[in-house]
């Protein structure tokens, strides 16, 4: 039985515990190009660094897991360096709400009907644009969405940030909506 599932957010805890120079291992389990060409081959992750596991598999008895790193302590974006871990060289970590999480609005007070500046500066996808609900209210109950952006609230450093997402099944009619990351809670999928 895994400890861990796809999407959780881990932190080494032991560097030793990481599989290095297995290409091999790595073009058997990875299939996107990309993600298999971010395998650091020769190198381990540093103690306490944080990431998110990708694809998980069983080896010899042994739970493998394949982590792409965040690229700060701030967990707020991806790197492209990933690593073959063991499950004892991992613990689970909750980094918050980041890009690409499935949420549900838990409050909707923090919703931004109609904050033009912010959609501006962070969202260049017309479809998206297209579906920003812009001078309305939040009328569906209990749907799921996927955020799409995550920056702060102003130019400035510091402010609160603010999400944009988008809503992922037929409850909430595929619209996307304006929302501070406080008004969100995170959906953990299984």
């Not at 932190?11 to 971010?38: G, Q």
């Not at 707020?76 to 609005?105: F, N």
């Amino acid at each position: 039985m895994f400890k861990f599932d796809v999407g959780d957010n881990v932190r080494i805890i032991n560097e030793n515990e990481c599989y290095v120079d297995e290409p091999s291992m790595v073009a058997d389990h990875i299939k996107d190009p990309y993600l298999a060409a971010c395998y650091c081959m020769s190198s381990q992750p540093c103690e306490d660094d944080i990431g998110q596991i990708l694809v998980m598999w069983e080896d010899n008895g042994q739970n493998i897991y394949y982590v792409r790193a965040y690229e700060d302590d701030n967990c707020d974006r991806l790197s492209c360096y990933c690593y073959l871990m063991d499950e004892s060289g991992l613990e689970g970590v909750d980094v918050g709400i980041k890009e690409g999480d499935t949420v549900k609005v838990v409050e909707r007070g923090y919703l931004y009907a109609d904050y033009i500046g912010w959609v501006r500066r962070n969202i260049t996808d017309l479809d998206l644009l297209a579906r920003w609900v812009y001078g309305g209210r939040m009328l569906e109950n209990d749907g799921l969405y996927k955020v799409v952006k995550i920056a702060p609230h102003s130019e400035r450093t510091g402010c609160a940030e603010l999400a944009f997402i988008k809503g992922i099944d037929s409850t909430v009619s595929y619209k996307c909506y304006l929302i501070g990351v406080d008004g969100l809670g995170k959906v953990k999928h299984g």
